[in-house]
């Protein structure tokens, strides 16, 4: 049995012009991005002089260069903790404004600010916190008798970023995570108050098996700009010279491609990355196949 709206005559004709600017921008800005980073990276070239044939050699280079494994390795750090905190934090943020009280709505648009706040702006706004000698957070920690730290130097930087881009996710997940709980039948609630149930039981054996589509989907979806996050540590622990004291892949591409005009082993780069995300959307893609509930 066939079902939904098939569009016939004109209508499919007005439906293909309502398509072409998508398709156009998916052919040229999406899959042809993708096809031409792909044969850069077979390439050196330096934006310049003509492109020359560099075969695999770009791609080996990765193997020796120290500030690119360096790059990659705190991307996978900074994943490591970016990921659970987005998903934990908004999901606990979630079940918390999940209620039936009064200005509720108000705290909803106050979680959600973040997200719809400019990065830079942001950004700007956290370096004043965390700035070692007028910083908010240092006057905070002398008020109390200890001494001030350097939060955005080595030691501390990349705490003090995912911190930020947590900060900068959990409006997102939010959303994401009260759609879900929005959609959990009330009834389910009630049988369990009915035998007894404690509110921690039913988090954990109601709320958190049916919302696993959503924490499956906000996952992948923060995994994935957990791979691709740039704009925060750039602004934040950016250094003289374009260094930054947390460098991660995107910021390794990005100076190789338009500091060092290398773009051959910025393709590269950036086709190793797409990789990544490729093998972690299969093994989430494995997981949402075991453990996730559907209704």
Known sequence: MNYGLKPFGRERVWLWLMLVPTLIGLAFGTVGSLLATLGLSFFDWDLINPPQWAGVS???ALLQNKDYIEAFTNTLKFSAEYVP????ISLLIAVLLNRKIRGISIFRTIYFLPTVTSAVAAALVWNMIYGKDTGILNLGLESLGMSPLCWLCTDHAMLSVVIVNVWGAIGEGMIIFL???TAIPRDYYEVASIDGASDLQKFFHITLPLITPSIFFQTLISAINAFQAYDY???LTRRGQGNSTVPVA?????RNAFNFFR???ASAQAIQLALLVAVFM??????ERHYVVYE
């Not at 905190?85 to 934990?88: D, K, T």
């Not at 995107?250 to 990005?254: A, G, R």
């Not at 299969?282 to 997981?287: G, S």
């Open 250 to 254: 995107v910021y390794s591409i990005y």
């Open 282 to 287: 299969l093994i989430m893609f494995w997981w």
């Open 233 to 235: 540590i750039y602004m």
């Open 58 to 60: 770009n791609y080996l």
């Open 85 to 88: 905190g987005v998903v934990i």
């Open 263 to 265: 773009m051959g082993d």
């Open 179 to 181: 759609a879900g709980l």
